[in-house]
């Protein structure tokens, strides 16, 4: 009754031979530690900055126009052209204003030509005048002497009259030509003015930055024909919220942007516009730039007016992981590196501001080696 047992005995044992190892820890991983640098997340006092935007302009641009009405001759530059100081840009017809130019000459000549012959009569009226008063005075004395009848004496007396008459008669003439040629002289000025306005030239050396006037066109007093800027003075000017003027004054130092430059620098407020827009209650405040290559009026540029401090966090640049929309960075924990998403804020070249995700004191893997991953193993190096 015994022999059913064995089998059974028999099988168990086979089963425990088979199957019945027993499961091994697992192992520690082997990967050597990859070596970072780190930096700490840290509270920083920054400036409160108000940004605003704005245009490059020139400080010194002169809009070119007309003074009279006459049809356009030559143009002489392109927009894009560098003039020099006095080039002449635009030429105006002048045939009208030449003739006046010569016609008030030749009236000049007239009068010069007449002035030999006034001064010759000058010169016979006063030879006859002295003439006249030596004689009255002769016949004066042959008067009181009784030598000669009143009769006599009464004709001296009158041609020293006539030769005194013909004498201012010949100075007045003289005089008028004086004036004349004088008042010919204004003409000559005015007509060779109105000559000197057809020939338009530069006011100083620039850039030829607009041009609305070809050959034959008729120019009229104020309407734009060209627009040059002076190179190497432009300035941007920001609009700023008349809220935020107070904290802006003449002199202060600002960082600005350009953006189409990629340039990032520091500028002066040089002038506050004392008038506020009334449609979009903002002002222009006008900053210098100093002088740099590409520069160009028209350009778009930002602004950033300091308005007190404020307390941020703030990690190194090269902490900062992007992978699309999201934001993390490595934290250091017992010599492994873990991966934690962050909300960032404001950024700037000392750093940048982190909203959430982080506290003041954690140490980051800064920057973030190429492939390294979360639960890594790293060892600190400096």
């Not at 059913?4 to 019945?20: D, N, R, T």
């Not at 005089?175 to 010919?184: I, N, P």
């Not at 007016?305 to 929309?325: D, N, Y």
Request: aromatic fraction near 4%; hydrophobic fraction near 40%.
């Amino acid at each position: 009754m015994r022999f059913p047992l064995i089998p059974i005995i028999s099988s168990v044992a086979i089963l425990s031979g088979c199957g019945g190892t027993e499961p091994r820890p697992k192992a520690a991983s082997s990967q050597p530690a990859i070596p970072v640098q780190t930096a700490t997340v840290s509270v920083q006092q920054w400036p409160d900055l108000y940004e605003a935007t704005g245009t490059v302009r020139a400080r010194t641009a002169a809009v070119l126009s007309s003074k009279l009405m006459a049809y356009v001759r030559e143009v002489g530059v392109q927009v894009g052209d560098r003039v020099r100081e006095g080039q002449l840009l635009v030429t105006l017809d002048s045939q009208d204003l030449e003739a006046k130019v010569r016609g008030a000459e030749a009236a000049e000549a007239e009068v010069l030509s007449a002035i030999p012959e006034a001064d010759n009569g000058v010169a016979y009226a006063k030879a006859n005048l002295d003439l006249a008063r030596t004689t009255f005075q002769r016949m004066q004395e042959l008067a009181s002497k009784k030598s000669i009848s009143n009769q006599e004496f009464d004709e001296s007396s009158a041609r020293l009259k006539s030769a005194q008459a013909a004498y201012e008669m010949a100075r007045a003439k003289r005089t008028e030509l004086d004036s004349k040629r004088a008042e010919v002289q204004q003409e000559i000025r005015g007509a060779t003015i109105m000559r000197d306005y057809t020939r338009i030239a530069a006011p100083f050396s620039g850039l030829v930055t607009a041009k609305s006037v070809e050959p034959g066109n008729l120019a009229t007093p104020g309407a734009p024909l060209l627009t040059v800027e002076r190179e190497g003075a432009y300035r941007l000017e920001a609009s700023v919220d008349e809220s935020r003027l107070p904290f802006v004054k003449t002199g202060q130092t600002v960082e600005v942007a350009l953006e189409s430059l990629d340039r990032r620098l520091t500028a002066r407020v040089s002038e506050i516009v004392p008038a506020v827009d009334a449609a979009s209650r903002t002002d222009i405040v006008k900053i210098d730039l100093p002088a740099m290559p590409n520069l160009r009026s028209g350009m778009f540029g930002r602004a950033w007016f300091p308005m007190g401090a404020r307390q941020v966090l703030t990690i190194p640049p090269p902490a900062l992981v992007e992978r699309g929309q999201l934001q993390s960075v490595f934290v250091m924990d017992g010599g492994f590196a873990h991966t934690r998403l962050v909300t960032t804020g404001e950024r700037r070249q000392t750093g940048i501001e982190v909203l959430s995700g982080l506290s003041a004191g954690e140490k980051l893997v800064s920057p973030a080696p190429l492939g390294l991953t979360d639960g890594a193993r790293v060892e600190e190096r400096p």
